[in-house]
């Protein structure tokens, strides 16, 4: 007579997939899932990047999908109106910087136990201001200081492909706008490179291609640092 398998007692300790094992007969156990990686990149382009691309002051050119903090407007100081302005960049065709001053500083100490005494440490540093120009899809301008964080998301361009122009599998690139910024230690002014125009739609992302084309093969002129987000100004700014 068949007993139901509730109805049978085991000895203590022992379970019925021991007991199966134990006879021979093998339970399937299904594999558990991968785990999700919430640090994993996205491939999806993000949906409020602009296409276009960046020129840098040393002739770089990055193209791609640009875009900035999620949820961030640039901030710009309207010396026309003196009033804070807050500008989506999908009402922004153009940011053109201009350097305003320049020069190399000294650094200085105070001396110990003497708050109103200052000693030159022998080191210098480069420093550069800069102003810069948003122009509107209106074909309004704005000029004032600006200080933001901006990514340049490369993109795939490959007319043969079905997903031509999607965003591809780097990282990336991080540039910044100063208002004012400082060179490294010993440093000449030459080598402070700064972010020399912006441009943004469709039309700029062709012009860009194609100016990035023009570059020599191996060039600096799309590759960079790849990408954290973070909100952090640089300290001469804040």
């Known amino acids: 007579m068949a007993i139901p398998l509730h109805r049978l007692a085991f000895p203590a ?24 990686n919430p640090f994993g990149q ?3 382009a993000r949906d ?23 949820d961030k407007r640039l901030r710009i100081y309207d010396d026309k109106t003196e009033r804070q302005r807050e500008l989506p960049l999908r009402v922004i065709t153009q940011i053109q910087a201009k350097m305003v001053k320049e020069g190399i500083e000294k650094e200085w100490r105070f001396k110990e136990l003497a708050l109103d ?12 201001q800069y102003l810069h120009t948003v122009t509107l899809k209106d074909g309004k301008s704005i000029t004032g200081e600006v200080a933001e964080i901006f990514f340049v ?12 122009n999607r965003p591809d599998d780097s990282e990336p690139v991080r540039v910044v706008l100063h208002m004012k910024d400082k060179g490294d230690f010993g440093a000449e002014l030459k080598s402070m490179k700064y972010v020399k125009l912006i441009k943004l739609g469709k039309e700029a992302l062709e012009e860009g291609r194609r100016k990035a ?13 790849p990408a954290k987000e973070s909100d952090e100004e640089t300290s001469e700014e804040k």
């Open 42 to 44: 996205i491939k999806a």
């Open 117 to 128: 005494q200052k000693l030159y440490t022998g080191r210098t540093y480069p420093w550069r």
């Open 213 to 225: 084309a023009r570059q020599p093969k191996g060039s600096a002129a799309s590759r960079g640092k």
């Open 48 to 70: 409020d990047a602009v296409p276009g691309y960046i020129e840098m002051s040393d002739g770089r050119i990055l193209v791609g999908n640009i875009y900035m903090i999620r």
């Open 13 to 36: 300790g022992c379970t019925l997939a021991g007991l199966l094992l134990a006879c021979g007969i093998g339970i399937a156990v299904a594999d558990e899932p991968a785990a999700l």
């Open 153 to 164: 998301q490369p993109i795939v361009f490959k007319a043969d492909e079905p997903l031509a």
